[in-house]
């Protein structure tokens, strides 16, 4: 199957610190991304879509002035969680892929302290 | 719009047992169903899906599930259980488009010497 690479796979920060988290798709263009936000031992939750080219679509209640995401080219997205706080603590991973199938990244673990 | 649910927080079943891991989902639309396995601080890997045609899908280390429209359900059984099969399980739907894929909570799968 096709490969997500998600960098980096784990990163701490102080609070107040933005930081960003890279998903590149290694063998095939992705148009669309997907960014999802894990909570220790619950489900996956949908934060945001990632479009090539154009604004992203957040999910409702998700701030998008928070998590800042970039769609500059076919391969490459970028997370930014800006002016941290340990609430957003959590695992983030994102996937790329099309209707049939979505390939997910390993995932990065953000702690803010 | 979507939703998955998965019964059963926790499952737990002896070594050489079947695995049986349920999934129930709403769609308004025929949907596109994934069960995904996750491990520890990782991204997920996709098992099995069902998109259109035959409604008993074969995915990799041996599980399978079959779409029974009639039940809304997705079950993902495996006949015989490895210790190595220890690990998060989550059922997805996509409502047929291009978006992103709806989560249930996960099942934890405990294998017993």
């Known amino acids: 199957g096709a490969v997500v690479s998600q960098h980096p796979s784990w990163v701490i920060c102080k609070s107040g610190t933005s930081v960003k988290i890279e998903c590149r798709s290694l063998?095939?263009?992705?148009?669309?991304m997907f960014w999802y936000r894990q909570f220790p031992k619950q489900s996956l939750m949908l934060m945001a879509t990632?479009?090539?080219?154009?604004?992203?679509?957040?999910e409702q209640g998700v701030e998008k002035d928070k998590f800042l995401i970039n769609h500059a080219s076919l391969t490459l997205s970028t997370l930014t969680v800006t002016s941290a706080h340990p609430e957003d603590s959590s695992f983030y991973i994102c996937s790329a892929g099309d209707r049939y199938e979505a390939f997910f990244g390993q995932g990065t673990r953000l702690t803010v302290v | 719009a979507q939703s998955v649910t998965q019964l059963g927080s926790h499952v737990s079943v002896s070594e050489g047992a079947l695995v049986l891991l349920r999934c129930n989902y709403s769609?308004?639309?025929?949907?596109?169903l994934f069960w995904y396995v996750q491990y520890p601080n990782q991204g997920l890997q996709l098992l099995l899906k069902y998109t259109t045609g035959a409604t008993l899908v074969k995915g990799i280390n041996g599980f399978e599930a079959e779409f029974k429209k009639s039940e809304t359900s997705f079950h993902l059984t495996k006949p015989s259980a490895h210790m190595s099969d220890a690990a998060e399980y989550f059922c997805?739907?996509?409502?047929?488009?291009?978006?992103?894929?709806?989560f249930g909570k996960g099942t934890h799968l405990i294998i017993q010497p």
């Open positions: 063998d095939f263009q992705a148009t669309t």
């Open positions: 990632s479009n090539e080219g154009s604004k992203a679509t957040y």
């Open positions: 769609s308004s639309v025929p949907p596109y």
């Open positions: 997805a739907v996509r409502g047929g488009g291009a978006d992103g894929l709806t």
